[in-house]
């Protein structure tokens, strides 16, 4: 063994502690018609745009999702790997309040569930694409065993809910500073193949199982990946020419961390993009991620 073998650092067995997700940029249709959803009614603000892009954040101009208008794209498939959701995490329970008032001034579907850790509004935007506006409720009330946690689907208190949003929201008409991506939703062909790519390889902990789904993180998170199959077992891809999921990114604090999970890719023969301080790469279903460190703004 060599000096510099001896020498080397082993590679971490999880993920940095500090890693999150990032930017999503999403196709949609048409983006003045999707501007209108956003912005309007869900209070996204745009940071930059052009004719054919807007990125959006809430008042702290934080970048958390960017709108790529695909004009005439196709509907994504039902049966289909790619986007299940992207969640945004609000920063309060009373926020989420403030949410849900919003949606049901302009009587936009939605429906919604507890999940013991969070929770969380579902709706589509208007090309289908599907989005959680979700809280957190605090970590002490998360109930761990042997690295699982806890999570259901439970209804939520939607009155209780309505209440704090009236009562004790800050008001706000763009989102809330400290309005973050919370998690990434992806239905993906095959429960196995999903926990190689994003534990073994990537190196995110396995902190639940469901039937049919699988959900990862970083430092204890209830999750930052959730990965299903319950209409995408066996399923191909969605064709690039419909909506839904572009890229999304998968935010690293230091180097030495993007470091670590390219040696990993590379241990397993992982074909990898580097470009600076970012790499791109592609899980099994083909979905984009850009792994960058910190500072990098895609």
Not at 72 to 91: D, K
Request: net charge negative; proline share 7%; charged share 20%.
């Amino acid at each position: 063994m060599s000096t510099e073998q001896q020498q080397a650092s082993p590679v971490p067995a999880s993920i940095h502690p500090g890693t999150h997700i990032g930017l999503v940029t999403l196709r949609v249709s048409n983006l003045e018609h999707s501007r209108h959803f956003y912005e309007d009614i869900l209070a996204f603000q745009p940071i930059e745009h052009t004719s054919a892009k807007v990125v959006l954040g809430g008042q702290d101009k934080q970048p958390l999702l960017a709108l790529v208008e695909l004009p005439g794209a196709a509907p994504q498939p039902r049966r289909a790997t790619g986007l299940h959701h992207v969640a945004i995490l609000l920063p309060t329970r009373a926020d989420l309040g403030r949410q849900l008032l919003r949606l049901a001034r302009v009587h936009w579907q939605h429906y919604q569930e507890d999940h013991l850790v969070s929770e969380a509004l579902y709706i589509s935007d208007p090309d289908g694409n599907g989005l959680e506006m979700y809280s957190d409720r605090p970590k002490e009330c998360w109930r761990w065993t042997n690295g699982i946690v806890e999570m259901a689907t439970d209804p939520v208190d939607s009155e209780g809910l309505a209440e704090a949003g009236r009562r004790y929201a800050e008001p706000w008409e763009v989102l809330p500073a400290g309005t973050r991506i919370g998690h990434m939703h992806l239905r993906a062909a095959d429960i196995k193949e999903a926990e190689r790519f994003y534990h073994t390889i990537l190196g995110f902990d396995v902190t639940c199982h469901f039937p049919g789904a699988i959900f990862l993180s970083a430092d204890h998170y209830h999750h930052h990946i959730g990965l299903n199959t319950w209409h995408s077992l066996g399923a191909q891809p969605a064709p690039e020419h419909c909506v839904g999921l572009q890229s999304y990114a998968i935010v690293l604090p230091t180097r030495e961390a993007l470091q670590a999970v390219k040696e990993r890719l590379a241990a397993h023969d992982v074909a990898f993009e580097v470009r600076g301080d970012l790499i791109q790469v592609h899980d099994p279903w083909y979905n984009q991620i850009i792994m960058k460190v910190e500072p990098f703004v895609v």
